[in-house]
């Protein structure tokens, strides 16, 4: 990543901030969906990981993903089958986690074709 520009970097930099805290909800929510006992405890430490997730988007820039952490929070506090809380709260954090992969192309992406030579 040697052609990226400092802001660039910077936005990347951004996104490796708020990337780490997905991959650790990512595990609480496999942790939920494979516990034979305890699962209440695990959807509160979602909920609060969500919490606080939602915040560091929103201060990040990244809006869309914050509305989603939102909701991902409403849904850990539900009561609703264990199955089916596993199921949506895998595939909201599949979703953000997705999102954030493609924000990272994107930036590399457009940093790339700003530092290419125009052919004329």
């Not at 969906?33 to 909920?47: H, L, N, P, V, Y």
């Not at 997705?98 to 074709?113: A, G, H, P, W, Y």
């Amino acid at each position: 990543m040697s052609g990226i520009t400092p802001l660039g970097q910077a936005k990347l930099a951004r996104l490796a901030e708020v990337q780490r805290p997905a991959q650790t909800i990512h595990g609480l929510t496999e942790q939920f969906a494979t516990a034979r006992s305890g699962e209440d405890q695990i959807a509160q430490q979602i909920k609060r990981r969500y919490r606080q997730y939602k915040l560091k988007l929103m201060g990040a820039g990244f809006d869309h993903l914050s509305q989603l952490a939102g909701a991902m929070e409403i849904a850990a506090g539900r009561n609703s089958s264990r199955r089916t809380k596993a199921r949506i709260l895998r595939e909201g954090i599949a979703s953000i986690r997705t999102q954030l992969e493609f924000e990272e192309k994107d930036i590399v992406r457009s940093e790339t074709i700003e530092r290419e030579p125009k052919a004329e």
